[in-house]
């Protein structure tokens, strides 16, 4: 299934919001690890109210090889499951972060490891586990990446704000 991006970047600034007031009242600490997002993710993040307080960074990764040695990514396709997994696992020890935010995918303009343009894996580490989705969006590769944005800073927030999730 594919996804459309959100109508408009308020819609980030808004869910970072959220985010900052979540973890501030939970005492948690918050990070991410991102590829085709080039850094989009942690800029969101930072710019939030009181980010000093519960942002422990993030780490863009957008080179392959960096995956693979950084975060202990294993060698083979970066656009899959294990790769968003590995990163958010690796981006938490590193940063020391309670709950992390991981992205990787194809914004374009062309396929990678075999994945077509649009197809993102996020990954969410925190709370004793770690969990996995795959999204499919459309549009040319700034849509791509502030729909990927959006969606990571959702799935971020939803864990602050209930860490069972």
Known sequence: MRH????HPA????????LAEAALARGLTVGCAESLTSGRVASALGA???AASWF???IVAYAREVKHGLLRVPAGPVVCAE???????????????DITVAVTGVGGPTE?????????????AGAGRTTVEERHFDGDPARVVE?????AVDLLTARVVDPAR
């Not at 459309?4 to 109508?7: D, F, I, L, N, Y």
């Open 147 to 151: 729909a990927t944005v959006a969606r």
């Open 48 to 50: 939030a109210p009181d």
């Open 4 to 7: 459309r991006p959100p109508p």
């Open 11 to 18: 819609h980030t600034t808004e869910v970072c919001s959220r």
């Open 112 to 124: 990678q490891d075999g994945r077509p343009v649009g197809t993102v894996w996020f990954a969410v």
């Open 56 to 58: 422990r960074g993030g």
């Open 83 to 97: 790769a968003a997994r590995m990163m958010a696992d690796s981006a938490a020890a590193l940063l020391g972060a």
